[in-house]
């Protein structure tokens, strides 16, 4: 039954988007999962640095083809059904993983849970849009991130821990279980609002519009290059290269990493608000871009830092790197309302494609420095060649602040 929305069910209300906004902290636990078993993958198929890359990377394939599909069959079917099934797939996918003896096998589990988890951060956006104040978007939106950012610590030390307990196919398989239960949770709970799929505007129409919007490029571009760094380098490349680096344990360097995630789990839902209250979305973006660029470089490029400057580091650049959250107000606003999901499906797109061709790409640049040298049958890097294979991260804020400066302001958008 689809409910009106009404002050008399803001707790209902409240409760669908708590859950749909908590399948984006499973789908960023699953995301970030190789990061704290990459020598466990290595070893178990056989592979390097290149190919554990791209098996990684293969959620990120899956995820980044379906936001575009996913957008506008949110904007004319709504979230219930589109959300729990794909959970289901989620939850398959993981089991697929936690059991596959072949890379062939390892591939499609991954392919399987990037696709099931692909409806998580624009279906947690529409929920936002259809159900909560147009003019705290921004914030909410953040609020998304956060719960995020909080799977993706998760998905570092805690798990990292739950690993080493139970091997990386027993955690695995936790984490298929807990898909499926999260899908039988969001039929149970989420409802469309009464215009969801009333209108049934025609896609073809929707997606002309919407691809033909200068900002929605802009936007793009600006997420890309903003989210990029983050997947390819935390979600995957950061704990062996401060294991390396730093000399430190695996469990040491996934909670250093963890703090990257925390910082954009703060940053986001902070930047969110303050670009609500100021009614802009340019001027934080710009200044976030050069302070994240400026605190990775120094992070990969610099020195070995004494710990604690190195913690406060990491925080700075994930809380400012988090300002890609704006990229998604801010093409919102400026498309047509009927049109909000596949303009920020386009969006997410580039976002969550920045992960899939990063991860592969620095993998491929790492076994270019390869010396030959190997741990129980791992490859291992010196901490020369991650500095090397990374070094091309920081330049994406580059990116970022040239695409910036191309973006227009809403501020009509802002006071709705």
């Given at each position: 039954?689809?409910?009106?929305?009404?002050?008399?069910?803001?707790?209902?209300?409240?409760?669908?988007?708590?859950?749909?906004?908590?399948?984006?902290?499973?789908?960023?636990?699953?995301?970030?999962?190789?990061?704290?078993?990459?020598?466990?993958?290595?070893?178990?198929?056989?592979?390097?640095?290149?190919?554990?890359?791209?098996?990684?990377?293969?959620?990120?394939?899956?995820?980044?083809?379906?936001?575009?599909?996913?957008?506008?069959?949110?904007?004319?079917?709504?979230?219930?059904?589109?959300?729990?099934?794909?959970?289901?797939?989620?939850?398959?996918?993981?089991?697929?993983?936690?059991?596959?003896?072949?890379?062939?096998?390892?591939?499609?589990?991954?392919?399987?849970?990037?696709?099931?988890?692909?409806?998580?951060?624009?279906?947690?956006?529409?929920?936002?849009?259809?159900?909560?104040?147009?003019?705290?978007?921004?914030?909410?939106?953040?609020?998304?991130?956060?719960?995020?950012?909080?799977?993706?610590?998760?998905?570092?030390?805690?798990?990292?821990?739950?690993?080493?307990?139970?091997?990386?196919?027993?955690?695995?398989?936790?984490?298929?279980?807990?898909?499926?239960?999260?899908?039988?949770?969001?039929?149970?709970?989420?409802?469309?609002?009464?215009?969801?799929?009333?209108?049934?505007?025609?896609?073809?129409?929707?997606?002309?519009?919407?691809?033909?919007?200068?900002?929605?490029?802009?936007?793009?571009?600006?997420?890309?290059?903003?989210?990029?760094?983050?997947?390819?380098?935390?979600?995957?490349?950061?704990?062996?290269?401060?294991?390396?680096?730093?000399?430190?344990?695996?469990?040491?360097?996934?909670?250093?990493?963890?703090?990257?995630?925390?910082?954009?789990?703060?940053?986001?839902?902070?930047?969110?608000?303050?670009?609500?209250?100021?009614?802009?979305?340019?001027?934080?973006?710009?200044?976030?871009?050069?302070?994240?660029?400026?605190?990775?470089?120094?992070?990969?490029?610099?020195?070995?830092?004494?710990?604690?400057?190195?913690?406060?580091?990491?925080?700075?650049?994930?809380?400012?790197?988090?300002?890609?959250?704006l990229s998604f107000?801010?093409?919102?606003?400026?498309?047509?309302?009927?049109?909000?999901?596949?303009?920020?499906?386009?969006?997410?797109?580039?976002?969550?494609?920045?992960?899939?061709?990063?991860?592969?790409?620095?993998?491929?640049?790492?076994?270019?420095?390869?010396?030959?040298?190997?741990?129980?049958?791992?490859?291992?890097?010196?901490?020369?060649?991650?500095?090397?294979?990374?070094?091309?991260?920081?330049?994406?804020?580059?990116?970022?602040?040239?695409?910036?400066?191309?973006?227009?302001?809403r501020r009509t958008?802002l006071r709705s």
């Open positions: 039954m689809n409910l009106p929305a009404t002050p008399a069910l803001s707790a209902r209300i409240l409760a669908m988007w708590t859950l749909a906004a908590s399948t984006f902290l499973y789908a960023f636990l699953q995301r970030v999962s190789p990061s704290v078993m990459v020598e466990d993958l290595m070893r178990g198929f056989g592979v390097g640095g290149a190919l554990l890359g791209n098996l990684s990377a293969f959620y990120l394939y899956a995820y980044a083809a379906l936001q575009l599909p996913l957008g506008m069959l949110f904007d004319r079917f709504g979230v219930r059904r589109l959300m729990s099934a794909s959970f289901v797939l989620a939850g398959l996918g993981s089991l697929l993983f936690a059991a596959a003896d072949t890379l062939p096998l390892a591939y499609l589990g991954r392919l399987l849970i990037g696709a099931g988890v692909a409806c998580s951060f624009v279906g947690a956006l529409t929920v936002s849009a259809q159900w909560l104040p147009a003019a705290r978007f921004g914030m909410f939106a953040g609020l998304v991130q956060l719960l995020g950012m909080v799977g993706a610590i998760f998905g570092q030390a805690p798990l990292a821990a739950t690993v080493e307990a139970l091997g990386w196919r027993g955690a695995l398989a936790a984490l298929g279980i807990a898909g499926i239960a999260l899908a039988l949770g969001l039929y149970a709970v989420l409802r469309d609002p009464p215009h969801a799929g009333g209108s049934r505007p025609q896609l073809g129409a929707s997606l002309r519009a919407v691809i033909g919007l200068r900002d929605t490029w802009s936007c793009a571009v600006y997420g890309f290059a903003m989210t990029g760094p983050m997947l390819a380098f935390a979600g995957l490349w950061a704990v062996p290269f401060l294991a390396t680096a730093y000399g430190l344990p695996r469990t040491t360097a996934a909670g250093l990493t963890s703090l990257i995630f925390v910082g954009w789990g703060v940053g986001a839902p902070t930047i969110g608000w303050l670009s609500d209250h100021l009614r802009n979305r340019k001027a934080p973006m710009l200044v976030c871009a050069v302070v994240a660029g400026l605190m990775l470089g120094a992070i990969i490029l610099g020195p070995v830092w004494p710990l604690p400057l190195l913690a406060a580091m990491l925080v700075v650049h994930g809380a400012c790197a988090s300002a890609m959250v107000a801010l093409v919102k606003e400026s498309n047509a309302p009927e049109a909000s999901s596949a303009a920020m499906g386009v969006v997410n797109t580039f976002v969550v494609g920045s992960g899939a061709l990063l991860q592969p790409f620095l993998g491929w640049l790492l076994d270019l420095q390869w010396n030959g040298a190997t741990l129980n049958g791992a490859r291992i890097y010196d901490p020369a060649a991650y500095r090397v294979a990374l070094a091309v991260l920081p330049l994406l804020f580059v990116v970022a602040l040239l695409a910036g400066l191309t973006m227009r302001e958008a």
